[in-house]
Structure formats: structure tokens, C-alpha cells
């Protein structure tokens, strides 16, 4: 199984950017049976969570920080979830990751409920 994310990059404070998270590989079942989730490491912080969705993508999650300025969203048919952020602050830099739950459940919003993981990508937000 191979998650690749792209789309990070350098922004200035109170713009948007849009990550994408393509799932490929031969022992990956059907798309729709994943929870998908998003993480972010910054710079000597722990890894936290950012955002999740159902296997149907009719379910959310998000943490305090990023609820209202970020939107998780999956395509089912091109099997990539994108993690849509909008003013964006510089406490957002950090390295994205996303991640595939093999439960189905994106419930807790731990990286222990994931059980493979993207390459992530690097976000840079400057004052």
C-alpha cells in the first residue's frame, strides 16, 4: 500500500493551499473501506492530528485548531482524500501526513487508529 501526498509548499499567512493523498497498490481493497486521516508534525512538536473522514466521506473530524478553516474531502473514483487550508497561520508549518485506517473508523483521532502512512509533505506559512 502507498499513500503519496503532495501539495505543500511556501505561503504567506492568509493564503490556502490544497494537499492531496492518492492511495495505490495492489493489497489495497476498495478506497471506500479506509478511514482516511491527515497529521502534522512540526519542528521538535509531536505528531498531532488535524483532520479525518469516514469511509463514506459523509463523517468529519477535526481538531479545535484547524475547525473552520480546514476541509477534508475524498474522491472516491480517483482514490485520494484532500485536506483543503484556508487562512492559513504560521503555527500550521509542519510536515502533513496522511493516513489509512484499515478498521473503517476514524475514531480516536490517534495515529495508533492508522495503519499505513503517506511520505508527507511540507507546509511552510510565513509571517
Known amino acids: 500500500v502507498q499513500l503519496q501526498a503532495s501539495g505543500g509548499g511556501l505561503v504567506q499567512a492568509g493564503g490556502s493551499l490544497r494537499l492531496s493523498c492518492a492511495a495505490s497498490?495492489?493489497?489495497?481493497?476498495?478506497?471506500?473501506?479506509?478511514?482516511m486521516g491527515w497529521f502534522r508534525q512540526g519542528a521538535g512538536k509531536e505528531r498531532e492530528f488535524v483532520a479525518a473522514?469516514?469511509?463514506?466521506?459523509?463523517?468529519?473530524l477535526y481538531a479545535d485548531s484547524v475547525k473552520g478553516r480546514f476541509t477534508m474531502y475524498r474522491d472516491s473514483a480517483e482514490r485520494t482524500v484532500y485536506l483543503q487550508m484556508n487562512s492559513l497561520r504560521p503555527e500550521d508549518t509542519a510536515i502533513y501526513y496522511c493516513a489509512a485506517g484499515v478498521s473503517g473508523s476514524y475514531y480516536p483521532p490517534t495515529s495508533a487508529t492508522y495503519d499505513w502512512w503517506g511520505q508527507g509533505t511540507l507546509v511552510t506559512v510565513s509571517s
Open positions: 473522514i469516514s469511509r463514506s466521506g459523509s463523517s468529519t
Open positions: 497498490g495492489r493489497t489495497f481493497s476498495a478506497f471506500s473501506n479506509y478511514a
